[in-house]
């Protein structure tokens, strides 16, 4: 029997979401791009930025910015 490999097909949403659940205080997010390129209001105050970083063609976010106060 071969053993089964696994295929991690997601990205690492689920980290950010449990540090922010467990200690928001902690954390002061800035660029949440994801949920910014969902957004079409969002999107678009974004686009000049970027535009000017040449990722417009086919782009995806899937940063998150943040930082850490503690």
């Known amino acids: 029997m071969q053993a089964s490999r696994w295929i991690l097909a997601t990205d690492e949403q689920y980290l950010p979401a449990a540090l922010l659940t467990a200690a928001p205080e902690r954390f002061d997010v800035r660029l949440p791009n994801v949920f910014v390129h969902a957004d079409p209001e969002l999107r678009e105050i974004l686009r000049?930025?970027?535009?000017r970083l040449g990722v417009t063609r086919r782009f995806r976010p899937a940063s998150f910015w943040w930082r850490h106060q503690g």
């Open 48 to 51: 000049p930025l970027w535009q």
